[in-house]
T-cell receptor, first 115, second 112 residues
Framework: DTGVSQDPRHKITKRGQNVTFRCDPISEHNRLYWYRQTLGQGPEFLTYFQNEAQLEKSRLLSDRFSAERPKGSFSTLEIQRTEQGDSAMYLC?????????????FGQGTRLTVV | RKEVEQDPGPFNVPEGATVAFNCTYSNSASQSFFWYRQDCRKEPKLLMSVYSSGNEDGRFTAQLNRASQYISLLIRDSKLSDSATYLCAVTPGGGSNYKLTFGKGTLLTVNP
């Protein structure tokens, strides 16, 4: 499968615990994004990497959230001290850098439930 | 006004019907436009990019109206398998043209 891969697909955690999600983008894509989606809403932008550089972070990304892409390949998103409001689908996407159009392809997501 | 707004739906149509979705955006500098399809509890999948001249892919036609700041998606001869949520997405242009802003989506159910 050469698409965007995310792991785990589902995560249930207790409030206050830390969680980490992994994303492996399409191999030739140097742009990587994290989005969050809650029920009944469209995905909301969280952060963007160009290669290993994190170039933008949304205000939605509180200081409990940190994302890395250490070698410009896979990325991790960590949430510390999880809260019930963090329950959502966390989507990773990637796109190539070409021209003006940025067609982004999404992974299957990690569904987080904080209990 | 929200950045991207879609028809609230839901749309329930019989097989074979033609259905149209509209999406408006508030940022006149928006540069790139897309329609995504999302099945229940799955990831969004890119359906079509939307170009200024309009574009067609089989039964699907997308249009962009920059003057009125809306994009549309027309599905002809709808199939049961078209049942899904349709999301429009827009990029802001300029230095942030990588960032997608999505509408809430419009749920389509095609009935036999």
């Amino acid at each position: 499968d050469t698409g965007v891969s995310q792991d785990p697909r589902h995560k249930i955690t207790k409030r206050g615990q830390n969680v980490t999600f992994r994303c492996d983008p399409i191999s030739e894509h140097n742009r990587l994004y994290w989005y969050r989606q809650t029920l009944g809403q469209g995905p909301e932008f969280l952060t963007y990497f160009q290669n290993e550089a994190q170039l933008e972070k949304s205000r939605l990304l509180s200081d409990r959230f940190s994302a890395e892409r250490p070698k410009g390949s896979f990325s991790t998103l960590e949430i510390q001290r999880t809260e019930q409001g963090d329950s959502a689908m966390y989507l990773c996407a990637s796109s190539p850098t070409r021209g003006l159009n940025t067609e982004a392809f999404f992974g299957q997501g990690t569904r987080l439930t904080v209990v | 006004r929200k950045e991207v707004e879609q028809d609230p739906g839901p749309f329930n149509v019989p097989e074979g019907a033609t259905v149209a979705f509209n999406c408006t955006y508030s940022n006149s500098a928006s540069q790139s436009f897309f329609w995504y399809r999302q099945d229940c509890r799955k990831e969004p999948k890119l359906l079509m990019s939307v170009y200024s001249s309009g574009n067609e892919d089989g039964r699907f036609t997308a249009q962009l109206n920059r003057a009125s700041q809306y994009i549309s998606l027309l599905i002809r001869d709808s199939k049961l398998s078209d049942s899904a949520t349709y999301l429009c997405a827009v990029t802001p242009g300029g230095g942030s043209n990588y960032k997608l802003t999505f509408g809430k989506g419009t749920l389509l159910t095609v009935n036999p």
